[in-house]
Structures are given as structure tokens and as C-alpha cells.
């Protein structure tokens, strides 16, 4: 692998690492990012750290406030009810793109994961099913063959997740919004493209319902 090869997989390691401290609060809403700490927490350089954390601002994760330094952005009402007002209309786009354009490669991977589900006992078990969840939201953006769409998804679905987290004490029906995909997958596999969007709409507002 060439330098620039390295450096790029180093940023984008620095950035799934970032990311996932700031979705799952390890890195709380309003902390202050030291980026000094982190470099010697995950034992990479200034470069890939600072790229990450430039990438991570520009997906609303993090805030740079000039002469002060980055912070975790906080967690607005306002921004949640944004948040799904997008969500909304462009996953339920997916879904319909997913249902004209996916393969039975991609449904076979999705009834998979929905072939056996855990139970909702505890907590470990709702993190369990959220990530089949988001696995799922992954298989249809990556079906929809729009990188434009994915993108945007991807962002928004982080914000969401986090939100998730935020909330979780208060999260009671995490198995309900997986079982919704079963019939979304079946609606996909039917290239049933109105179907599959209705539903998905419906999912989405159902898991705005729960963080609310």
C-alpha cells in the first residue's frame, strides 16, 4: 500500500473509532475532544485524527468552535424532530430504490440476520437488536445503488443512533422495530417498490415515536 493508501485507511480508522465513542456516549454530548488524548488512546497520529474529526463535523458529530477548540455537538428537540423529517422521505426512498434495484444476494443477507432474533431481556440484548437494526438500514441503502442517497443516510442514521443511546433507559420495543423489517423484507422481495417505501416510512416514525 502506497503512503496515500495508508494514510486514507488510517483516517478511516481514526473515524469509525471517533464515530462510535461519540454515537454510543462515551464521548458525551457538550464534552470537549482532546485530541491529544485520543491519540494516545487509539494510537494514531495527529493527521488521521484530525482528518476523522474535520469529517465528523461535517456530519454534525462535532462542533469546532473557533478560538475554542472542538466539542461533541449537543443534542437539541429541534434537531430531533429535523432529523426525521429527513429521514422519512429519503429512507423511504431508498427502500423503493432497493426494492426496484436489489438482488436476491441482498435479501438473502437481510433474512438472515432476521432469522434469529434475541430476546429484549436486557441491555446488552436492545444493543443487539439495534445493531441488526442499523445492519439492516445498511443492506438496503447499499441496494439502492445511489452512493448520493447512502451518503446522506449514513450521516443521518448516526445521528439517529445516538439519539437511540441518549434515550435508551426509555427505548421498551427494540425487537417491534426489528420484526417491522421481516415485512419490509418482504415487501422488497417482491419488488413491491410502494409497499416497501410505505413500510419503511412507518418504521421510521415508529422509532421517532420511541426516542420521543
Given at each position: 500500500m502506497n503512503r496515500n493508501g495508508l494514510q486514507i485507511s488510517l483516517s478511516q480508522q481514526a473515524y469509525k473509532l471517533i464515530r462510535h465513542k461519540i454515537v454510543t456516549l462515551e464521548l458525551e454530548?457538550?464534552?470537549?475532544?482532546?485530541?491529544?488524548?485520543?491519540r494516545g488512546e487509539l494510537g494514531l497520529?495527529?493527521?488521521?485524527?484530525?482528518?476523522?474529526l474535520q469529517r465528523l463535523?461535517?456530519?454534525?458529530?462535532?462542533s469546532i468552535v473557533p478560538r475554542r477548540g472542538m466539542f461533541v455537538t449537543e443534542i437539541g428537540i429541534t434537531d430531533l424532530q429535523r432529523l426525521f423529517e429527513m429521514r422519512v422521505v429519503l429512507e423511504s426512498k431508498a427502500a423503493e430504490l432497493a426494492a426496484l434495484r436489489g438482488t436476491a444476494a441482498h435479501w438473502a443477507?437481510?433474512?438472515e440476520l432476521l432469522d434469529d432474533l434475541p430476546e429484549p431481556t436486557d441491555l446488552a440484548n436492545n444493543i443487539a437488536l439495534m445493531e441488526i437494526d442499523e445492519t439492516c438500514h445498511r443492506i438496503i441503502y447499499d441496494a439502492a445503488d445511489n452512493e448520493f442517497l447512502t451518503?446522506?443516510?449514513?450521516?443521518?442514521f448516526a445521528l439517529s443512533l445516538r439519539l437511540w443511546h441518549f434515550s435508551l433507559a426509555n427505548v421498551a420495543d427494540m425487537e417491534g422495530a426489528v420484526i417491522e423489517h421481516?415485512?419490509?423484507l418482504a415487501a422488497l422481495?417482491?419488488?413491491?417498490a410502494e409497499q416497501a417505501a410505505a413500510l419503511m416510512g412507518k418504521h421510521v416514525q415508529h422509532f421517532q415515536?420511541?426516542?420521543?
Amino acid at each position: 500500500m502506497n503512503r496515500n493508501g495508508l494514510q486514507i485507511s488510517l483516517s478511516q480508522q481514526a473515524y469509525k473509532l471517533i464515530r462510535h465513542k461519540i454515537v454510543t456516549l462515551e464521548l458525551e454530548p457538550g464534552a470537549v475532544i482532546d485530541e491529544a488524548e485520543l491519540r494516545g488512546e487509539l494510537g494514531l497520529g495527529r493527521t488521521p485524527i484530525r482528518e476523522a474529526l474535520q469529517r465528523l463535523a461535517l456530519e454534525k458529530l462535532v462542533s469546532i468552535v473557533p478560538r475554542r477548540g472542538m466539542f461533541v455537538t449537543e443534542i437539541g428537540i429541534t434537531d430531533l424532530q429535523r432529523l426525521f423529517e429527513m429521514r422519512v422521505v429519503l429512507e423511504s426512498k431508498a427502500a423503493e430504490l432497493a426494492a426496484l434495484r436489489g438482488t436476491a444476494a441482498h435479501w438473502a443477507e437481510m433474512a438472515e440476520l432476521l432469522d434469529d432474533l434475541p430476546e429484549p431481556t436486557d441491555l446488552a440484548n436492545n444493543i443487539a437488536l439495534m445493531e441488526i437494526d442499523e445492519t439492516c438500514h445498511r443492506i438496503i441503502y447499499d441496494a439502492a445503488d445511489n452512493e448520493f442517497l447512502t451518503d446522506t443516510l449514513n450521516m443521518l442514521f448516526a445521528l439517529s443512533l445516538r439519539l437511540w443511546h441518549f434515550s435508551l433507559a426509555n427505548v421498551a420495543d427494540m425487537e417491534g422495530a426489528v420484526i417491522e423489517h421481516q415485512r419490509i423484507l418482504a415487501a422488497l422481495q417482491a419488488k413491491d417498490a410502494e409497499q416497501a417505501a410505505a413500510l419503511m416510512g412507518k418504521h421510521v416514525q415508529h422509532f421517532q415515536t420511541e426516542i420521543q
